[in-house]
């Protein structure tokens, strides 16, 4: 994969950008889009080996929740996350102990963010499943909680062996483009605070 995949302006300024427009109107911010893109670009940078662009990335994506989420915001715990790794590849163990740490305090917030999560209903292929959700819309949604909460206790492991030497056991970033919900909501929010870590080994 190269850089050309997202080599549009990550910080969304074109009037012509759809996603920005599509994204604003179901009521994200700009920050919100903005903090997904340079997780997806850093990302890709470090899988390229380009891991010095990546981790400018990765800061400015840290800088950004910081400044605009909340502190319980799981997203903070993701670049958080993040910025262990690329301590741990430079060989500051400090640093990453106090990166782990962080992730880890935010992530307790986890199970009772998934619970409140707002979820937006979904683009569906026929009008027949488009009236069976509307039909069993608390059975879809309690569902839907029971997957994030599979996903967020993979995360959970990962953060909490990020500076052992265990081997990974989830993969995180690799499963983003297909786990991705379409739709611009809550549930894409904790989706890209589960998956967009770094892919390890």
């Known amino acids: 994969m190269t850089t050309n995949t997202f080599g549009r302006h ?4 074109e009037s012509n950008d759809v996603e920005l427009k599509t994204a604003c109107a179901a009521g994200w911010s700009r920050a919100d889009l903005v903090w997904e893109r340079l997780l997806e670009a850093g ?3 470090w899988v390229e080996g380009a891991k010095g662009r990546a981790i400018v990335r990765f800061r400015q994506a840290d800088l950004l929740a910081r400044l605009c989420f909340k502190r319980t915001d799981l997203r903070r715990a993701t670049t958080r996350a993040n910025l262990c790794i690329v301590a741990l590849e430079a060989g500051n163990l400090p640093r990453a102990d106090r990166h782990q740490r962080a992730a880890l305090d935010i992530w307790r917030a986890a199970p ?32 839907l909680r029971r ?14 062996a990020l500076t052992s030497s265990v081997p990974p056991q989830h993969r995180h970033f690799a499963r983003w ?15 890209g605070a589960c998956l967009l870590i770094i ?3």
């Open 10 to 13: 990550i910080w969304g300024f």
């Open 43 to 45: 990302n890709l940078f």
């Open 199 to 201: 892919d390890r080994g």
């Open 112 to 143: 009772a963010q998934i619970e409140a999560m707002e979820i937006a209903p979904r683009t569906r292929s026929s009008l027949f499943h488009l009236r069976m959700e509307v039909k069993h819309r608390t059975t879809f949604h309690d569902n």
């Open 177 to 191: 483009r297909g786990e991705r919900p379409n739709v611009y909501d809550d549930t894409r929010k904790i989706m």
């Open 147 to 160: 997957r994030f909460c599979n996903f967020a206790g993979e995360t959970e492991t990962t953060l909490r």
